[in-house]
């Protein structure tokens, strides 16, 4: 693309964005809290997953000092189901960060939005593009895959060089004014136009910028590492109309999940699912075992009705659900399934 042609790019995409642009909640709000809500649910989730749990987190946590007010488990409990934890965790720390270190009002300059867990260049300026209006250049995944398909990019999209070729486009590319549209015209033709694997060029805006030649094999990206298998073994004990559950330490961090077991017993499992984890396959499989004679300090017994107001990551909650519908349905079947969902 030549720099003389940004201006009519630009045109040409406005119109489009006009007439096919997504309405989602997150645009309707100049709210840096809520966008920042957003922008952190979507890392790693799709739009579609997102909009239900964006509005309950915000009827939840409707401003950044409820939730640096509210305790960590009802955090991770809003969360549940989303995956990643670690974003909600660095949430809840940036809305304590803003309101110990910025008595509560929001910082409004990208540099100073960066300095926030689990915020990086790109989170930072979709913040200051969208609710402060900042002429600020943003690349994520349909933004980054649109750029490659431009500039016919033979370069991994994920390499240094790659990046700094995205940025730089994206950079050029801005209006001084109303970057906020611009950036979400182009995320928006990123994933309802130029969409992975073959895009629906005769339909798009621009095409007579882009240089791509196969635009099907582009961007480029390092190759997937291969999935390395995991099984797990935990505990299903009840007792008394209750179950023993443990806090976890590790990668569920602070969520409830059924205790671990060492050493699996001969007996089959009650229940056996699978679910990725990073770059693992991870087979879970719990067994029916006896009740311990102490309890270690991260473990506690939790009513079956008081179950749902705690934290569980997914597999788990899906595990204990199957688990206590087949113990109500009075059958004493094994449960399986495949959980397909992040769970970090
Ligand atoms: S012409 Fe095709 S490959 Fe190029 S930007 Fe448009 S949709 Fe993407």
């Known amino acids: 693309m030549i720099i003389s042609s940004f201006p009519k790019f630009r045109r040409a995409l406005l119109a489009w964005s006009a007439a096919h642009g997504r309405d989602l ?5 100049r709210d840096p809290y809520a966008i920042l809500v957003s922008e952190i649910m979507l890392q790693q989730t799709q739009v579609a997953t997102v909009l239900s749990y964006y509005r309950e987190w915000l009827r939840r946590f409707p401003d950044v000092r409820t939730l640096a007010a509210a ?22 720390a940036a809305a304590k ?16 939005i960066r300095k926030l867990p689990g915020v990086g260049r790109y989170t930072a300026n979709a913040v200051a593009t969208f609710a402060f209006d900042h002429s600020l250049p943003i690349v994520e995944a349909n933004t980054a895959r649109l750029l490659a398909r431009l500039l016919n990019l033979q ?12 940025w730089s486009l994206a950079t050029g590319l801005l209006p001084r004014h109303n970057a906020g549209t611009h950036n979400s015209a182009l995320m928006d033709l990123g994933a309802l136009i130029c969409t992975p694997g073959q895009p629906n060029c005769p339909a798009c805006p621009v095409r007579e910028f882009c240089t791509a030649v196969h635009p099907a094999k582009l961007p480029l990206k390092k190759p997937r590492t291969e999935l390395k298998q995991l ?11 209750s179950i023993l559950l443990e806090q976890s330490t590790d990668r569920w961090r602070g969520m409830w999940i059924f205790p671990r077991l060492a050493n699996p017993p001969a007996a ?7 679910f990725p984890f990073t770059h693992h396959r991870v087979a879970l499989r719990i067994f029916k075992t006896k009740a311990p004679r102490g309890m270690a300090a991260n473990q506690k017994w939790t009513k079956v009705e008081e179950v749902e107001q705690i934290a569980m990551p997914s597999p788990h909650r899906r595990a204990l659900r199957e688990l206590l519908a087949a113990s ?4 004493c079947r094994n449960t399986s399934s495949y959980v397909n969902f992040n769970t970090r």
């Not at 370069?155 to 995205?166: K, P, Y």
């Not at 099984?231 to 109309?241: A, K, L, P, Q, V």
């Not at 109500?328 to 059958?331: D, H």
């Open 97 to 112: 960060i803003i309101v110990e270190q910025h008595r509560g009002t929001f910082p409004t300059s990208a540099e100073e």
């Open 25 to 29: 909640p997150w645009r309707r709000t």
């Open 231 to 241: 099984t797990e073994h935990h505990s299903y004990i009840r007792r008394n109309g």
């Open 328 to 331: 109500a349905a009075g059958s």
């Open 71 to 92: 305790s960590a488990s009802d955090v991770l409990h809003a969360w549940q189901g989303l995956g990643y934890y670690a974003r909600a965790r660095n949430l809840h």
């Open 268 to 274: 089959a499992p009650l229940h056996q699912s699978h």
């Open 155 to 166: 370069l991994r999209i994920d390499s240094t060089a790659g990046q700094q070729h995205l």
